[in-house]
């Protein structure tokens, strides 16, 4: 009975020294640098559940192509749909591709507009770029940077004037972002600015469009479809039916960023 007592009083020791181990020890969790959340940032879209692989890849190893920066001559690639020699320049204004607005219309099989200018599309996902200036006054007056696919379907983010009232996605002198042809409402950005910078992303099956505000990407609207694009292009039409003024569009530069 009496070695009771001591027998409590070494598994007590024993306990007493176990602990202070423990505690000298770095749990592991701090030992494990846990990565924190980035930021996140107004307006952006962050793809999470379908991140397409682009956004996983180190800036630094996607390619880093030079923009057409429309100086002297066309970049090899670039190809007129419905030529008009008349309504386009590059001296006119130098360093800027200059096309006039005439009456016609991109939906369909290009037949009904002139001087559209287009190259092939990547097969992979892409940012189509653009900085041009328009100052639409009058409906129907329209600059385009569109996707062709290969059903036959267009998507384009246009910097347009639609008269309010026209249509629930009419907001006047804007921006807008047309899938119609793809089974999307068209959606509308109200801006006065005369020069804008456009963009428009392929992301797996989306088709996005963007406007530069501040410094950001701002996402004006998007569409999904299973096609192929075929082409991408630029261009300025006045419509089809009853056709506005003729007006200048100078394109700046055109960046086509391939991602992986």
């Not at 880093?64 to 090899?76: I, Q, S, V, Y």
């Not at 030529?83 to 099989?109: F, N």
């Not at 004037?161 to 972002?177: D, L």
Request: glycine share 8%.
């Amino acid at each position: 009975m009496r070695r009771l007592p001591l027998v409590l009083l070494v598994v007590g020791l024993l306990l007493v020294a176990c602990a202070g181990a423990i505690s000298s020890t770095p749990s592991t969790t701090s030992m494990i640098s846990l990565a924190r959340p980035t930021p996140r940032i107004p307006n952006r879209v962050y793809y999470t559940k379908r991140c397409w692989p682009g956004c996983h890849t180190n800036p630094s190893q996607l390619p880093h192509p030079t923009p057409d920066e429309f100086e002297g001559a066309l970049d090899a690639g670039w190809t007129w749909i419905n030529e008009d020699p008349t309504h386009w320049t590059l001296t006119e204004v130098p360093g800027m591709l200059r096309i006039v607005s005439q009456a016609g219309s991109i939906s369909g099989d290009f037949q009904d507009a002139r001087n559209i200018l287009v190259r092939d599309a990547p097969d992979t996902h892409f940012d189509a770029m653009v900085k041009a200036t328009f100052n639409p006054t009058s409906d129907a007056q329209n600059l385009a940077i569109f996707v062709k696919l290969d059903d036959g379907s267009l998507v384009s983010l246009n910097r347009w004037y639609c008269a309010e009232g026209e249509g629930p996605s009419c907001v006047g002198s804007g921006v807008y972002f047309d899938g119609s042809d793809l089974g999307c409402t068209r959606v509308g950005r109200p801006t006065s600015k005369e020069t804008v910078h456009l963009m428009l992303r392929r992301a797996g099956n989306a088709y996005i469009g963007y406007l530069l505000e501040e410094g950001q990407w701002i996402e004006v609207g998007r569409c999904n479809s299973l096609a192929t694009p075929t082409l991408v292009g630029l261009t300025a039409i006045n419509g089809a039916d009853d056709p506005a003024l003729e007006i200048p569009a100078d394109f700046d530069s055109f960046l086509l960023q391939e991602r992986p």
